[in-house]
């Protein structure tokens, strides 16, 4: 069964401890991004701030909602204490179909319609998260519906935003996504303005559909069913023709503006690192719905040594693009502390068919920009254990024709080494590294990498492992 909304979600992890209920006054002004930052640097729970400084009774913020593999896990409704790559295989496995909503009249988001001048962004308790930000910001865990004006196609992306004043925010959207190509190609070119609505605290399989980049004119709406295994219910929008999950908590309608850029930021991102200030296009809010007792989602953001929560969605998408084109994909991980910037693909060997040569070109230009770094290694290397993807590195790339670098070429304007010119243009650079065995080289001439798991009889290992305590170790 499917979580019908994020108060369903908490009632979950309040099962499984996987959140922490925080019932004293905390102040939005660094204080909850200071409790956040550290229970996501210990891999702790989720947090769930009842009451915030300056907000009536009521006004509550859940923070890190999906910030680790065990709340990936519950968020789909699995055994908690599962692998990644169970989860992965479980997300692949439901995607693979579509799950139209249901359009209802009415629902949960609709209890409180705020209109016209009474629109006061500043109502719902958003953090300044951390020392040095550019603003508080109101959206880091929500999702931003679009519509393409020229066709039926429906848009949900997932952008920071920063509050300006009571009716405006800056949103982080740049060519690199679907909803900033809508806005510059069927908007900006028309000098007209753009619908938009912002839902925030909706369920947790909208939230992850609106992370997964999918081909232009897909589903995110569709997707979350597939993800929930059961329809989203939506509603229809008050002053603009969208269509909402019905049971959000917070739904902010209105439109981005054509010709207005203001300073944007700075703000934490993925990669731990405070982006720089730039210019975005304004957001002009209309009206405001929501839930009675409002619960307002967050996340900061990157926290180092925990990978954001997008990164199942994107790797799955990798994967799913590398496996339909034919590429034999063994195992596919992005390290914690790399925050997606690091993917390493196993790959099976096949022939005389070099496929590391194919997979830079596939990932990039299904992603646009993120990973900026490949790593490709044979599938005797466990993705997932760092030492073996050192030791590959070390040993196996061929410092000159192993190294492939990609410049200029779309990235993801954020990333800390970029320059000026680089972040303003998103063009930069991206590298593979082929740590597979050179395909000329005949099979018996590869040298045997000596393991545990696989350089014993398995009995010899089994004993081993069996009597591994009584021998004197831990």
Same mark, same amino acid.
């Given at each position: 069964?499917?979580?019908?909304?994020?108060?369903?979600?908490?009632?979950?992890?309040?099962?499984?401890?996987?959140?922490?209920?925080?019932?004293?006054?905390?102040?939005?002004?660094?204080?909850?991004?200071?409790?956040?930052?550290?229970?996501?640097? &210990?891999?702790?729970?989720?947090?769930?701030?009842?009451?915030?400084?300056?907000?009536?009774?009521?006004? *509550?913020?859940?923070?890190?909602?999906?910030? $680790?593999?065990?709340?990936?896990?519950?968020?789909?409704?699995?055994?908690?204490?599962?692998?990644?790559?169970?989860?992965?295989?479980?997300?692949?496995?439901?995607?693979?179909?579509?799950?139209?909503?249901?359009?209802?009249?009415?629902?949960?988001?609709?209890?409180?319609?705020?209109?016209?001048?009474?629109?006061?962004?500043? *109502?719902?308790?958003?953090?300044?998260?951390?020392?040095?930000?550019?603003?508080?910001?109101?959206? +880091?865990?929500?999702?931003?519906?679009?519509?393409?004006?020229?066709?039926? @196609?429906?848009? @949900?992306?997932?952008?920071?935003?920063?509050?300006?004043?009571?009716?405006?925010?800056?949103?982080? &959207?740049?060519?690199?996504?679907?909803? !900033? $190509?809508?806005?510059?190609?069927?908007?900006?070119?028309?000098?007209?303005?753009?619908?938009?609505?912002?839902?925030? !605290?909706?369920?947790? !399989?909208?939230?992850?559909?609106?992370?997964?980049?999918?081909?232009?004119?897909?589903?995110?709406?569709?997707?979350?069913?597939?993800?929930?295994?059961?329809?989203?219910?939506?509603?229809?929008?008050?002053?603009?023709?969208?269509?909402?999950?019905?049971?959000?908590?917070?739904?902010?309608? !209105?439109?981005?503006?054509?010709?207005?850029? =203001?300073?944007?930021?700075?703000?934490?991102?993925?990669?731990?690192?405070?982006?720089?200030?730039? =210019?975005?296009?304004?957001?002009?809010?209309?009206?405001?719905?929501?839930?009675?007792?409002?619960?307002?989602?967050? $996340?900061?953001?990157?926290?180092?040594?925990?990978?954001?929560?997008?990164?199942?969605?994107?790797?799955?998408?990798?994967?799913?693009?590398?496996?339909?084109?034919?590429?034999?994909?063994?195992?596919?991980?992005?390290?914690?502390?790399?925050?997606?910037?690091?993917?390493?693909?196993?790959?099976?060997?096949?022939?005389?068919?070099?496929?590391?040569?194919?997979?830079?070109?596939?990932?990039?230009?299904?992603?646009?920009?993120?990973?900026?770094?490949?790593?490709?290694?044979?599938?005797?290397?466990?993705?997932?254990?760092?030492?073996?993807? =050192?030791? +590959?590195?070390?040993?196996?790339?061929?410092?000159?024709?192993?190294?492939?670098?990609?410049?200029?070429?779309?990235?993801?304007? +954020?990333?800390?080494?970029?320059?000026?010119?680089?972040?303003? =243009?998103?063009?930069?650079?991206?590298?593979?590294?082929?740590?597979?065995?050179?395909?000329?080289?005949?099979?018996?001439?590869?040298?045997?990498?000596?393991?545990?798991?696989?350089?014993?009889?398995?009995?010899?290992?089994?004993?081993?492992?069996?009597?591994?305590?009584?021998?004197?170790?831990?």
């Amino acid at each position: 069964m499917a979580f019908r909304d994020i108060r369903q979600y908490i009632e979950a992890l309040d099962k499984t401890g996987d959140v922490v209920h925080i019932r004293q006054e905390i102040n939005w002004d660094l204080e909850v991004g200071a409790i956040s930052r550290r229970s996501g640097e &210990m891999h702790g729970p989720a947090v769930f701030f009842e009451k915030i400084k300056d907000y009536p009774p009521g006004y *509550r913020m859940l923070s890190l909602p999906f910030d $680790t593999p065990r709340r990936w896990a519950i968020a789909f409704g699995l055994d908690p204490n599962i692998g990644v790559t169970e989860i992965q295989n479980e997300i692949q496995r439901r995607i693979g179909s579509r799950i139209k909503p249901i359009v209802v009249k009415d629902g949960p988001c609709k209890e409180n319609i705020i209109l016209g001048n009474e629109v006061d962004l500043f *109502r719902f308790p958003s953090p300044m998260f951390s020392y040095g930000d550019g603003g508080r910001y109101l959206g +880091t865990q929500s999702i931003e519906v679009i519509k393409d004006p020229d066709s039926d @196609w429906v848009n @949900w992306g997932a952008y920071r935003m920063m509050l300006y004043d009571e009716k405006h925010m800056g949103v982080n &959207m740049g060519i690199w996504n679907q909803g !900033g $190509t809508i806005f510059v190609d069927k908007f900006v070119s028309k000098d007209q303005p753009m619908p938009m609505a912002v839902v925030i !605290g909706a369920d947790p !399989g909208s939230h992850w559909a609106a992370q997964f980049r999918i081909p232009a004119k897909d589903s995110e709406v569709e997707l979350a069913g597939s993800l929930r295994q059961e329809p989203v219910e939506i509603v229809k929008c008050e002053t603009i023709d969208l269509l909402v999950p019905a049971h959000a908590e917070i739904i902010l309608e !209105g439109e981005v503006l054509p010709d207005v850029m =203001l300073r944007e930021g700075p703000f934490c991102e993925n990669h731990s690192h405070e982006c720089a200030v730039r =210019l975005n296009p304004v957001f002009r809010v209309k009206s405001i719905t929501h839930r009675n007792n409002p619960i307002l989602t967050v $996340t900061p953001g990157g926290i180092f040594g925990l990978n954001p929560s997008t990164m199942p969605a994107e790797i799955i998408t990798m994967k799913r693009a590398l496996e339909e084109r034919g590429i034999p994909v063994v195992g596919i991980h992005s390290p914690d502390e790399t925050f997606g910037m690091l993917l390493i693909v196993a790959v099976k060997r096949t022939g005389d068919v070099n496929v590391a040569s194919q997979i830079d070109h596939i990932i990039h230009a299904v992603m646009r920009g993120r990973p900026t770094m490949i790593m490709v290694v044979d599938e005797d290397v466990n993705v997932s254990d760092m030492r073996e993807v =050192l030791h +590959t590195l070390a040993a196996r790339c061929h410092p000159g024709r192993g190294i492939r670098v990609r410049a200029p070429e779309m990235c993801i304007n +954020t990333a800390p080494w970029l320059s000026h010119e680089e972040r303003e =243009l998103s063009r930069g650079a991206n590298v593979l590294f082929d740590c597979t065995w050179p395909i000329e080289r005949p099979k018996e001439e590869i040298p045997r990498r000596i393991l545990f798991r696989d350089s014993f009889p398995d009995e010899i290992r089994d004993k081993v492992l069996k009597n591994w305590k009584s021998y004197g170790f831990k």
